[in-house]
């Protein structure tokens, strides 16, 4: 083999790889917004990320890899690669995926579709627990080509805003930036759940049902982002070899700054250090750091972290000071911090790093003046409208003709037996044969021991307050 083969085998075993890390994520996601919801929905949730999962990614090789980064085309999307063939994926460098040098096509639509997948998870967190399942699927289509076409804007060969040097090496505003303004659109339009606000408009606690489930589902997105950012540089050796380390040494001291950052504004702010929103403040700060990983010394990566992590803070309670019904806080860890990572370049780009990388220039800090902020904030805006209009305009239209919404009997018993036939937990719900209620479980009580079964309650009313 040749030494370009080499490189070409070493990178697509790194990006294939750092794929299966990013895809893993789904896991996290999985366990994070089934601990922050209730007990009568883990098993809709759970479902939930398989399935996004699956759509994204047969959408994304019909279509949506084409219009990302599909040869041709203009500015504003692509224009070739639509069904690739074998040929096509096994090609490097070559039509109609001439972008990916490296690699592969195949190998870059694996990475790219993943990180879809993980872009349309986002969406579903802000709109759990009163969402009917097949809004999933209708939904989910339309919002793969939303993505796509953003994607194409900032990292397709002839993007506009690639042009202009927009700064977003692996997706704060393309992934999760994205993903939030869809949420915040279902958000709005399904209204809160029941019991979240009172009649005073005041918000009610309504609790998740296992921390120990949402804390899992954080370290297993922290351990995946090792392949969200370092594998983005798409190759061993760019822009020089073993590149990827420094931009995963940037992600992992962000994540833990954004740990920090969150708890002691915890403290400070709600007078505790409040376990949600530390997990959170990782997330939050892993978002913000997704941007600019490759462009920013360390010490700025702890302050992008550590203020990724106080904005998750505020930004949960102001979420919910605006009557907005945001079950797991994605709004603020993946809207907000995204924000707030894209518009840090503007300031903290080092001018090495944004040379080494080719893309876009100086932050203000090191002299740059404010021209970098000034493209990171016009991507923010159209990315933003963008995205927003179009899925508020697709879920409205679902709304007005089928309804998006479960019945509010439907939502008081549980998505987990309404839509889907089962409990994610049925001995909490239903007699199980050796479960609770049962003589199996004399040590739990003198009904247990007398074998008396166990009580179905289904309640009539959404209590404010509610654990289960």
Same mark, same amino acid.
Request: aromatic fraction near 12%; charge should be negative.
């Given at each position: 083999?040749?030494?370009?083969?080499?490189?070409v085998?070493?990178?697509?075993?790194?990006?294939?790889?750092?794929?299966?890390?990013?895809?893993?994520?789904?896991?996290?996601?999985?366990?994070?917004?089934?601990?922050?919801?209730?007990? @009568?929905?883990?098993?809709?949730?759970?479902?939930k990320?398989v399935?996004?999962?699956?759509?994204a990614?047969?959408?994304?090789?019909?279509?949506? =890899?084409?219009?990302?980064?599909?040869d041709?085309?203009?500015?504003?999307?692509?224009?070739?690669?639509?069904?690739?063939?074998?040929d096509?994926?096994?090609?490097?460098?070559?039509a109609?995926?001439?972008?990916?040098?490296?690699?592969?096509? %195949?190998g870059?639509? =694996?990475?790219?579709?993943?990180?879809?997948?993980?872009?349309?998870?986002?969406?579903w967190?802000?709109?759990a627990?009163?969402? @009917?399942?097949?809004?999933?699927?209708?939904?989910?289509?339309?919002?793969?080509?939303?993505?796509?076409?953003?994607?194409?804007?900032i990292?397709?060969?002839?993007?506009?805003?690639?042009?202009?040097?927009?700064?977003?090496?692996?997706?704060?505003?393309?992934?999760?930036?994205?993903?939030?303004?869809?949420?915040?659109? +279902?958000?709005?339009?399904?209204?809160?759940?029941?019991?979240?606000?009172?009649?005073?408009? @005041?918000?009610?606690a309504?609790?998740? *049902?296992?921390?120990?489930?949402?804390?899992?589902?954080? &370290?297993?997105?922290?351990?995946?982002?090792?392949?969200?950012?370092?594998g983005?540089?798409?190759?061993?050796?760019?822009?020089?070899?073993?590149f990827?380390?420094?931009?995963?040494?940037?992600?992992?001291?962000?994540a833990?700054?954004?740990?920090?950052?969150?708890?002691?504004?915890?403290?400070?702010?709600?007078? @505790?250090?409040?376990?949600?929103?530390?997990?959170?403040?990782?997330?939050?700060?892993?978002v913000a750091?997704?941007? +600019?990983?490759?462009?920013?010394?360390?010490?700025?990566?702890?302050? &992008?972290?550590?203020v990724?992590?106080? &904005?998750?803070?505020?930004?949960?309670?102001?979420?919910?000071?605006? #009557?907005?019904d945001?079950?797991?806080?994605?709004?603020?860890?993946?809207?907000?911090?995204?924000?707030?990572?894209?518009?840090?370049?503007?300031?903290?780009?080092?001018?090495?790093?944004?040379?080494k990388?080719?893309?876009?220039?100086?932050?203000?800090?090191?002299?740059? #003046?404010?021209?970098?902020?000034?493209?990171?904030?016009?991507?923010?805006?159209?990315?933003?409208?963008?995205?927003?209009?179009?899925?508020?305009?697709?879920?409205?239209?679902?709304k %007005?003709?089928?309804?998006?919404?479960?019945?509010?009997?439907?939502?008081?018993?549980?998505?987990?037996v309404?839509?889907?036939?089962?409990? #994610?937990?049925?001995?909490?719900?239903?007699?199980?044969?050796?479960?609770?209620?049962?003589e199996? *479980?004399? *040590?739990?009580?003198?009904?247990?021991?007398?074998g008396?079964?166990?009580?179905?309650?289904?309640?009539?009313?959404?209590?404010?307050?509610?654990?289960?």
């Open positions: 083999m040749s030494t370009k083969e080499l490189a085998a070493a990178s697509t075993i790194w990006v294939v790889v750092a794929a299966i890390l990013v895809m893993f994520m789904q896991a996290g996601f999985a366990f994070l917004e089934a601990g922050l919801t209730r007990m @009568k929905n883990v098993g809709h949730v759970a479902a990320n399935l996004t999962f699956a759509i990614s047969v959408v994304f090789y019909l279509v949506g =890899f084409g219009i990302a980064f599909g041709g085309g203009n500015g504003l999307v692509g224009g070739s690669g639509f069904v690739p063939s074998s096509e994926l096994l090609a490097i460098g070559a109609p995926f001439s972008w990916f040098g490296s690699i592969p096509a %195949a870059a639509y =694996f990475f790219q579709a993943v990180f879809c997948g993980v872009s349309l998870a986002i969406v967190g802000a709109m627990e009163r969402t @009917k399942l097949w809004v999933y699927f209708a939904f989910s289509v339309p919002y793969v080509l939303i993505y796509s076409v953003a994607a194409h804007w990292w397709g060969a002839n993007g506009w805003l690639a042009s202009l040097g927009m700064q977003d090496f692996a997706g704060s505003t393309v992934v999760h930036y994205q993903g939030a303004l869809a949420g915040l659109a +279902g958000a709005l339009l399904l209204g809160p759940r029941i019991g979240k606000f009172g009649a005073d408009g @005041k918000p009610n309504i609790p998740g *049902h296992n921390m120990a489930f949402v804390t899992l589902g954080v &370290i297993i997105l922290w351990f995946g982002w090792f392949g969200f950012n370092p983005s540089t798409l190759a061993v050796d760019f822009p020089e070899v073993g990827f380390a420094y931009v995963a040494l940037n992600t992992n001291i962000a833990a700054a954004g740990v920090l950052g969150a708890v002691i504004t915890s403290w400070i702010v709600i007078e @505790k250090p409040d376990l949600s929103m530390m997990l959170n403040g990782a997330v939050g700060a892993l750091i997704t941007a +600019g990983c490759a462009f920013v010394a360390p010490w700025a990566a702890l302050v &992008i972290g550590a990724a992590g106080a &904005i998750v803070v505020y930004g949960v309670l102001l979420v919910e000071r605006l #009557g907005i945001d079950p797991i806080g994605a709004l603020a860890a993946h809207g907000l911090a995204g924000v707030w990572g894209t518009l840090s370049l503007g300031f903290l780009t080092a001018p090495s790093l944004a040379d990388v080719g893309i876009g220039s100086a932050g203000a800090l090191y002299g740059g #003046g404010f021209g970098q902020l000034g493209v990171q904030a016009l991507g923010l805006a159209a990315v933003g409208a963008f995205t927003f209009a179009a899925s508020f305009g697709v879920l409205w239209t679902l %007005a003709l089928w309804g998006i919404r479960v019945e509010p009997e439907v939502e008081t018993a549980g998505l987990d309404s839509e889907h036939g089962m409990w #994610g937990y049925p001995e909490f719900y239903i007699p199980v044969p050796g479960g609770y209620g049962t199996s *479980h004399t *040590h739990l009580g003198a009904a247990h021991a007398h008396t079964p166990a009580v179905v309650r289904v309640p009539t009313a959404e209590p404010a307050l509610e654990a289960s």
